[in-house]
């Protein structure tokens, strides 16, 4: 099959047209359907499948942390949503409202939630009284509206799937330790599960969450260069508590205010795995993340013996990895061709001669490297193989990460680095937001994060304005 000729539908080369072919991916690799609501996609199968497997693994180290999942309503009225003034003003453009209920006009408009702090909050004044009902460690999985300009599938819709925890602690100290908790355990799955290496670090107030006392993020780097913040975590201190009237009695009878968290992750992590690990024949999905981890393709499957020995194959490696079966009539190049689009880690291929030789041949999605192997050996081969491949694509993606982080010492070098390197910008900041502003009206880059484990000072300065420096800052152009 000619390198420039794919027998699925053309994908967009990524050197040629990034964006364009970020589009091409989760069309033709089956993840999203166009609905006809504008910026609001409809997911297919295959996408809602990858979803599934993050759900499952995030939900199971949520609860390993103690964590219990409760469920809110979809609507805030609009009284509620006005309590936490600097919380409203931070979502007000996005918000989606409710104004009829059937015929009739509503007394009190009805907000479709973009985020429901005021919903946990009008929920737990009620059901704290006490130091004895504390901590509240819930976490809820839905959808969420906002009213975004620009969309764009996974990264950026209207409507989107996520999880939201929001607990609630009788000290400062328990509320910081649970947000940084839960943005490490972000952190350890996108590395583990996606093979997407992540910067962890704080947000500058300008990028915090409206309401919060602090932000914690994980910031990805995808393959054009640009950051992706995959998941978040914030400490509210108690500036949600005091406008709701959130208080509970402690061991001396005395009334204190809880302090809270709010931590989520979304379907954009689905937007990062394809920009982090694809190439331009489509997906390339990490093994443990992948909804089907092997595809068995029978060769000449009309010949005798062949489909059922497939059958037998696939029914073996079931029991080691997510196996499917292509016994359809398509051609084999053709269904090579779809199974790389799809981003299928291994595909085994099994012909008439392999079958009499007693063996097939394994070839992996993210190098296209061929590996003969005995019938004999095929599980034990195939578990190493997929821990194999999870491994070197972190070690890959790992690599294009740090070899894109650029250290920039003053204006000069940062707005070269801007106008041609795609990539992180280290650099010093001298605290005051009006760099920030400067930088990102310049040069279209925004604060990403004050890194937890990189403060190294690469100079005494700020990077924009020459004065005294006080946090490293890695930025960056951003989806």
Same mark, same amino acid.
């Given at each position: 099959?000619?390198?420039?000729?794919?027998?699925?539908?053309?994908?967009?080369?990524?050197?040629?047209?990034?964006?364009?072919?970020?589009?091409?991916?989760?069309?033709?690799?089956?993840?999203?359907?166009?609905?006809?609501?504008?910026?609001?996609?409809?997911?297919?199968?295959?996408?809602?499948?990858?979803?599934?497997?993050?759900?499952?693994?995030?939900?199971?180290?949520?609860?390993?942390?103690?964590?219990?999942?409760?469920?809110?309503?979809?609507?805030?009225?609009?009284?509620?949503?006005?309590?936490?003034?600097?919380?409203?003003?931070?979502?007000?453009?996005?918000?989606?409202?409710?104004?009829?209920?059937?015929?009739?006009?509503?007394?009190?408009?009805?907000? /479709?939630?973009? @985020? #429901?702090?005021?919903?946990?909050?009008?929920?737990?004044?009620? &059901? +704290?009284?006490? !130091?004895? *009902?504390?901590?509240?460690?819930?976490?809820?999985?839905?959808?969420?509206?906002?009213?975004?300009?620009?969309?764009?599938?996974?990264?950026?819709?209207?409507?989107?799937?996520?999880?939201?925890?929001?607990?609630?602690?009788?000290?400062?100290?328990?509320?910081?330790?649970?947000?940084?908790?839960?943005?490490?355990?972000?952190?350890?799955?996108?590395?583990?599960?996606?093979?997407?290496?992540?910067?962890?670090?704080?947000?500058?107030?300008?990028?915090?969450?409206?309401?919060?006392?602090?932000?914690?993020?994980?910031?990805?780097?995808?393959?054009?260069?640009?950051?992706?913040?995959?998941?978040?975590?914030?400490?509210?201190?108690?500036?949600?508590?005091?406008?709701?009237?959130?208080?509970?009695?402690?061991?001396?009878?005395?009334?204190?205010? /809880?302090?809270? @968290? #709010?931590?989520?992750?979304?379907?954009?992590?689905?937007?990062? &795995? +394809?920009?982090? !690990?694809? *190439?331009?024949?489509?997906?390339?999905?990490?093994?443990?993340?992948?909804?089907?981890?092997?595809?068995?393709?029978?060769?000449?499957?009309?010949?005798?013996?062949?489909?059922?020995?497939?059958?037998?194959?696939?029914?073996?490696?079931?029991?080691?990895?997510?196996?499917?079966?292509?016994?359809?009539?398509?051609?084999?190049?053709?269904?090579?061709?779809?199974?790389?689009?799809?981003?299928?880690?291994?595909?085994?291929?099994?012909?008439?001669?392999?079958?009499?030789?007693?063996?097939?041949?394994?070839?992996?999605?993210?190098?296209?490297?061929?590996?003969?192997?005995?019938?004999?050996?095929?599980?034990?081969?195939?578990?190493?193989?997929?821990?194999?491949?999870?491994?070197?694509?972190?070690?890959?993606?790992?690599?294009?990460?740090?070899?894109?982080?650029?250290?920039?010492?003053?204006?000069?070098?940062?707005?070269?680095?801007?106008?041609?390197?795609?990539?992180?910008?280290?650099?010093?900041?001298?605290?005051?937001?009006?760099?920030?502003?400067?930088?990102?009206?310049?040069?279209?880059?925004?604060?990403?994060?004050?890194?937890?484990?990189?403060?190294?000072?690469?100079?005494?300065?700020?990077?924009?304005?020459?004065?005294?420096?006080?946090?490293?800052?890695?930025?960056?152009?951003?989806?």
């Amino acid at each position: 099959m000619a390198k420039d000729k794919k027998l699925v539908e053309e994908i967009t080369s990524m050197s040629e047209d990034f964006a364009r072919w970020y589009t091409d991916v989760v069309v033709k690799a089956d993840l999203i359907a166009y609905s006809s609501v504008k910026g609001c996609m409809i997911i297919k199968p295959d996408g809602y499948a990858i979803w599934e497997n993050i759900q499952h693994e995030l939900d199971r180290r949520f609860k390993e942390t103690g964590v219990q999942n409760v469920y809110m309503p979809m609507f805030i009225p609009e009284s509620l949503l006005q309590v936490e003034k600097d919380h409203v003003e931070g979502f007000a453009p996005e918000v989606a409202w409710v104004t009829h209920g059937g015929l009739n006009e509503l007394q009190e408009r009805l907000c /479709v939630r973009p @985020t #429901s702090e005021t919903l946990f909050c009008d929920f737990y004044k009620d &059901i +704290i009284q006490s !130091h004895r *009902d504390l901590p509240k460690v819930y976490n809820q999985w839905c959808s969420v509206v906002r009213w975004e300009k620009e969309t764009r599938p996974f990264l950026r819709s209207r409507e989107f799937l996520w999880q939201e925890g929001h607990t609630a602690h009788a000290t400062a100290e328990e509320a910081e330790e649970r947000t940084v908790q839960m943005l490490n355990l972000y952190a350890d799955f996108c590395e583990e599960v996606l093979a997407m290496p992540v910067v962890r670090g704080q947000k500058t107030d300008k990028e915090k969450f409206a309401g919060a006392d602090a932000t914690y993020t994980i910031e990805a780097l995808m393959h054009d260069g640009k950051a992706l913040q995959s998941g978040t975590s914030h400490n509210f201190g108690t500036n949600f508590s005091k406008p709701f009237g959130i208080q509970y009695t402690d061991k001396n009878n005395q009334l204190q205010y /809880v302090y809270q @968290t #709010s931590w989520g992750m979304t379907t954009r992590l689905i937007g990062a &795995i +394809i920009m982090v !690990h694809g *190439d331009d024949s489509g997906l390339v999905l990490p093994p443990r993340i992948a909804p089907t981890q092997v595809m068995v393709i029978p060769i000449q499957q009309r010949k005798e013996g062949v489909l059922e020995k497939a059958a037998e194959v696939c029914q073996r490696l079931g029991k080691v990895a997510r196996t499917k079966l292509d016994d359809s009539d398509k051609s084999p190049g053709w269904k090579f061709s779809e199974a790389e689009m799809r981003g299928i880690p291994v595909r085994v291929e099994l012909g008439p001669k392999d079958i009499e030789a007693g063996k097939c041949v394994l070839v992996r999605r993210d190098t296209r490297e061929k590996i003969e192997c005995p019938l004999d050996a095929l599980e034990e081969t195939v578990v190493a193989l997929l821990e194999t491949i999870q491994k070197e694509m972190f070690e890959r993606a790992k690599a294009h990460r740090d070899s894109h982080i650029y250290d920039a010492h003053n204006y000069e070098e940062f707005t070269e680095i801007a106008n041609n390197k795609p990539g992180f910008i280290r650099a010093m900041w001298c605290g005051d937001e009006a760099c920030e502003n400067k930088i990102k009206e310049d040069l279209a880059v925004t604060s990403r994060c004050m890194p937890f484990n990189d403060q190294e000072q690469i100079s005494g300065v700020c990077a924009c304005c020459g004065k005294p420096a006080k946090k490293l800052v890695y930025w960056g152009k951003a989806y």
